[in-house]
């Protein structure tokens, strides 16, 4: 001990022991919040499984954007304060954008598409009950609320809030519905994710040419995490 502190070897298989304990719970982290994932799926009617498939799917399938079109802008206004920016003298500065790239996301949009597209056709086969009517006007009620809260960001995007669709769609799913179930998660489900598709990034593509960004996509950067939880909420209902 030296100016009362005390030194304490934990020796080599403490060490290792300590190291496979760090490794081990990075280790089951992710492989519990696939579990905790894999168990809301699960109860929208899905096998583990395929659970677990689609979460891995929507997750990977998030950094896969497929091309739609091209916004072509017109002209790009240029303050005479910000003239010099794009100047041959300051490299360093960034272009004006002329064209936006629009594309669809693999994991934020054509995955959540398909699988409200699913659970509609199970939940009428199983229920018997019509639910065009309710979820329209689920749907209509989130994009709304969606494309009040959406954020332009200039040189960034869209940003859609975390968790206020979520929010509005599980409310819709309780109200429209009357409590708890199966039509009602559905409800909230295929709410959720259409209506901040339409509300948080179709509805506001007459404003992209304004925020001065090479590309959009459509349930990707700036809209996947609302989409993803909007998939999770449902099975609180369930």
Request: charged share 5%; with cysteine.
């Amino acid at each position: 001990m030296a100016g009362g502190i005390r030194f304490v070897s934990a020796g080599g298989l403490s060490v290792l022991v300590i190291l496979l304990l760090v490794g081990l719970v990075i280790l089951l982290i992710p492989l519990l919040f696939l579990g905790v994932i894999g168990a809301a799926f699960t109860k929208l009617g899905f096998s583990w499984i395929t659970a677990i498939a689609v979460v891995l799917l929507m997750l990977f399938g998030s950094y896969v954007n497929i091309p739609v079109y091209t916004i072509k802008r017109d002209m790009v206004r240029v303050s005479p304060d910000t003239t010099s920016l794009y100047s041959a003298d300051t490299p360093w500065s960034p272009a004006p954008v002329w064209d936006t790239l629009i594309s669809i996301n693999l994991g934020g949009a054509i995955i959540p598409i398909c699988i409200s597209l699913y659970l509609l056709y199970q939940a009428v086969h199983i229920t018997g009950t019509s639910l065009l009517i309710p979820v329209g006007a689920g749907i209509a009620i989130v994009s709304l609320v969606t494309f009040v809260s959406t954020r332009q960001i200039m040189g960034v995007g869209l940003r859609v809030p975390l968790i206020i669709p979520g929010l509005t769609a599980l409310l819709m799913g309780l109200l429209l519905f009357g409590g708890a179930g199966i039509p009602a998660t559905v409800l909230a489900f295929v709410s959720g994710t259409i209506g901040i598709l339409l509300g948080g990034n179709l509805a506001q593509l007459h404003r992209i040419k304004a925020l001065d960004v090479a590309d959009l996509s459509i349930g990707g950067v700036g809209t996947f995490g609302a989409i993803f939880i909007c998939c999770i909420l449902p099975a609180l209902i369930a």
